[in-house]
């Protein structure tokens, strides 16, 4: 069964830390790995990564994925109290617009 | 460019009714997907729809069904409403699967409460 699978749950942390979001994922016919950030309602688009080792960079924002080992990290560095959101993973697979989401990771930052 | 646009916002509906839930896409998009989001289960996806046709369809009851129209909008009904179908019901349009980078934009939502 496909499956992807985020971690932590939670995170806490205050302005200024560096974190590290995990997701790992079993899919069958992987064709990409999306990261949204969603805060109220509508998830909101962050990285597509297709290519393994490729890092995708935006502002203090950035992703790599791992072909071989099934997982990608984002890292978010200099956090802010605007990054407090639900961190989402999906995975998306050939010839179809399904994603299957992983569960989340609540990011809160402190001032 | 509009986002994605799902109407109405917000519904409150009681068990046994039935409801229409509906996406205008992304001006040029013409593929639309449907998930359910529940605090239990997150994100689930119920169907995909491109160029009126139903390519994929998730691990739903018959109650759940969709279509999409020419200018690529799309309904989803559920008929015969349970308690537990109360969700966030989220819709994502894109290009198409076909397309090399191919991403889905989601709109804000429809949140339906049913009593």
């Known amino acids: 069964e496909d499956k992807v699978v985020q971690s932590p749950l939670s995170l806490v942390v205050h302005e200024g830390d560096t974190v590290t979001l995990n997701c790992s994922y079993e899919?069958?016919?992987?064709?990409?790995l999306l990261w949204y950030k969603q805060e109220k309602k509508a998830p909101t688009f962050l990285f597509m990564l297709?290519?393994?080792?490729i890092e995708k960079k935006s502002g203090r924002l950035s992703s790599i994925l791992d072909k071989k080992e099934l997982f990608s990290i984002l890292n978010i560095t200099a956090t802010q109290t605007g990054d407090s959101a639900v961190y989402l993973c999906?995975?998306?697979?050939?010839?179809?617009?399904?994603?299957?989401f992983g569960t989340g990771t609540r990011l809160q930052v402190f001032p | 460019k509009a986002g994605v646009t799902q109407t109405p916002r917000y519904l409150i509906k009681t068990r046994g009714q039935q409801v229409t839930l509906s996406c205008s896409p992304i001006?040029?998009?013409?593929?639309v997907s449907w998930y359910q989001q529940t605090p239990g289960q997150g994100l689930q996806f119920l169907f995909e729809?491109?160029?009126?046709?139903?390519?994929n369809k998730g691990n739903f009851p018959g109650r759940f069904s969709g279509r999409q129209f020419s200018n690529s909008r799309s309904e989803m009904n559920v008929s015969t409403l349970e308690l537990g179908d109360s969700a966030l019901y989220l819709c994502?349009?894109?290009?198409?699967?076909?397309?090399?980078?191919?991403?889905?934009?989601f709109g804000a939502g429809t949140r339906l409460s049913v009593l």
């Open positions: 994502a349009s894109s290009l198409g699967a076909h397309r090399a980078k191919n991403i889905q934009y």
């Open positions: 899919v069958t016919n992987f064709r990409s």
């Open positions: 297709t290519s393994s080792g």
């Open positions: 999906a995975v998306g697979g050939d010839n179809t617009d399904k994603l299957i």
């Open positions: 001006s040029g998009h013409r593929s």
């Open positions: 729809y491109f160029s009126e046709t139903q390519r």
